[in-house]
């Protein structure tokens, strides 16, 4: 596609549920980020794609928090039974490679959990 | 593991003025991205250093990086309303491994 998609963009939920958000990178964009900014913060590192493997999930907060993707195109993070502190902005971005490359991000997925 | 860290966390300046902000790195810095964000939106790509003492302009906007590769400032020059965002550094985190960190941000407004 143009750039980097995003779906949904907002997401309320009740804690506890699980949740899935969507991220449509460039076509042919092998590198794919995921990011979280809450509200005030900066951007904090999820989980990097190369790929369809993640050479680092470092940044994913708990066990809850998972993230796959395959066809080496969408990926999906899912968070299980959301809890309050993970409303955030979730930004997803691509590269072409993933080194020395500039990102192109997505509009971010708004999420709040009651 | 490298941390950014930018300064001031939050600027006003008047329609006009020049400013400055300023991102600092722990270690050294393979690459030093600057991007920009409005309220809502994601984040726009300004401009990536990757040589020491390397500056680059884009219309009113300069960025740094200094020789010892630690340090990287954003210059506007005459600012306008629309400059108004937060500014975020970038790098990578792990020396050359595509994991990019990034800064606290700098918010900064305009005032017409």
């Known amino acids: 596609g143009a750039g980097v998609s995003q779906s949904p963009s907002n997401k309320v939920t009740e804690k506890g549920k699980d949740v899935e958000l969507r991220c449509d990178p460039i076509?042919?964009?092998?590198?794919l980020y995921w990011y979280r900014q809450s509200l005030g913060q900066g951007l904090e590192f999820l989980i990097y794609?190369?790929?369809?493997?993640?050479?680092?999930k470092s940044g994913l907060p708990s066990d809850r928090f998972s993230a796959e993707r395959t066809g080496g195109s969408v990926s999906t993070l899912t968070i299980q039974r959301t809890q309050q502190e993970d409303s955030a902005v979730y930004l997803c971005?691509?590269?072409?490679?993933?080194?020395?490359?500039?990102?192109?991000f997505g509009s971010g997925t708004q999420l709040s959990v009651l | 593991s490298q941390e950014l860290e930018q300064s001031p966390q939050s600027l006003i300046v008047q329609e006009g003025k020049n400013l400055t902000i300023n991102c600092t790195s722990s270690?050294?810095?393979?690459?030093l991205y600057w991007y920009k964000q409005k309220y809502g939106e994601g984040l726009i790509f300004l401009m990536m250093?990757?040589?020491?003492?390397e500056e680059k302009s884009h219309e009113k906007i300069t960025a740094k990086l200094d020789e010892k590769k630690q340090q990287s400032s954003l210059h506007i020059t005459a600012s306008q309303p629309s400059h108004a965002g937060i500014y975020l550094c970038?790098?990578?985190?792990?020396?050359?491994?595509?994991?990019?960190?990034f800064g606290q941000g700098t918010t900064l407004q305009v005032k017409p």
């Open positions: 250093l990757q040589k020491g003492g």
């Open positions: 076509s042919g964009h092998t590198a």
């Open positions: 270690k050294t810095l393979y690459g």
């Open positions: 971005a691509s590269s072409l490679q993933g080194t020395n490359e500039k990102l192109f």
């Open positions: 970038g790098a990578d985190g792990s020396g050359n491994t595509g994991k990019l960190i």
């Open positions: 794609f190369q790929g369809n493997s993640a050479p680092d």
